[in-house]
């Protein structure tokens, strides 16, 4: 069985580091595992007010989130925190109330950096984040990259043999998380009842 994981790169510049990542991770990848890139850029600044009617660009996000078996998080760290764009995005995939397009997707969060602490503190407050949302994430190994440009080449292939091997390592892990995930979830709800209708 192949399962199609959505990935987001929380950069929207164009020579982004993390989208050299993506390709790394996408080589080091199981075959049981199909990729689809989810782009966030074209998605306006998420007011409730769209709530009542999405628009185009948040019901195409929300349609790809819903499509994916699993999603994979790779981006880098804001001033210590998640990236406006791809908080915005989370934004919108998890409204309107009560249809989190999130909920119950298993989910691996990466990232590189120059730094020596790769992207530790972002994906600290992703985790925040997605437990609220019910997204289940792959805990462990965890995977803080600093980046050298000189382990990567453009089309995804790693020289450095470590940096190759925790990449395959943690590919394999994701895709047996997301097997583990889908195999455990049951139908169901997608979201939560909204308070205000209980009151």
Known sequence: MTYEIGYLVGSLAKGSINRTLSRALIASAPDDLSFTEIPIGDLPLYSWDYDADFPPEGRRFKAALEASDGLLFVSPEYNRSIPGALKNAIDWGSRPWGQNS????????????????????????MRGVLSFLDAPQLNAPEAYITYDAADFGPDGTVVNETTAAFLRHYMSEYCAFVQRVLAANAPGHIGDEDPASTK
Do not use: D, Y
């Open 102 to 125: 999130f909920a119950r997707k298993p989910t691996g969060i990466i990232g590189a950096s120059p730094g020596g602490i790769g992207t530790a503190v972002m994906q600290s407050s």
